[in-house]
């Protein structure tokens, strides 16, 4: 059975940092593009950042870029996101999936970002 499990969120100060993991079993991670997503309250889910098979080639989303960096190790079958200079917009549950969504989604890790 495929099971993401996601940890390292909390609660931060403005401007503070997170690393988040993303752990998968019954999958390897080292099979596809790996996407890191959040979804806020009363929103959609979102892709925030993606990552290829080897780690070579990362993409961000406007609102994140510059400040959160993806990365990966396979051979731990892991997958991270490191956020720095956090923002209150930046407040969300954060998952992580396939670039096409095409796992179950796990539990995801809660951020929050607040004085």
């Known amino acids: 059975q495929v099971q993401l499990v996601e940890s390292g969120g909390g609660l931060v100060q403005p401007g503070g940092s997170l690393r988040l993991s993303c752990t998968a079993s019954g999958y390897r991670v080292s099979r596809n593009t790996m996407g890191w997503y959040r979804q806020a309250p009363g929103k959609q889910r979102e892709l925030v950042a993606r990552?290829?098979?080897?780690?070579?080639?990362?993409n961000y989303g406007d609102s994140v870029k510059g400040r959160f960096t993806i990365s990966r190790d396979n051979a731990k079958n892991t997958v991270f996101l490191q956020m720095n200079s956090l923002k209150p917009e930046d407040t969300a549950v954060y998952y992580c999936?396939?670039?096409?969504?095409?796992?179950?989604w796990g539990q995801g890790t809660q951020v929050t970002v607040s004085s």
């Open positions: 990552i290829s098979i080897g780690g070579s080639a990362t």
């Open positions: 999936n396939t670039l096409t969504s095409a796992l179950a």
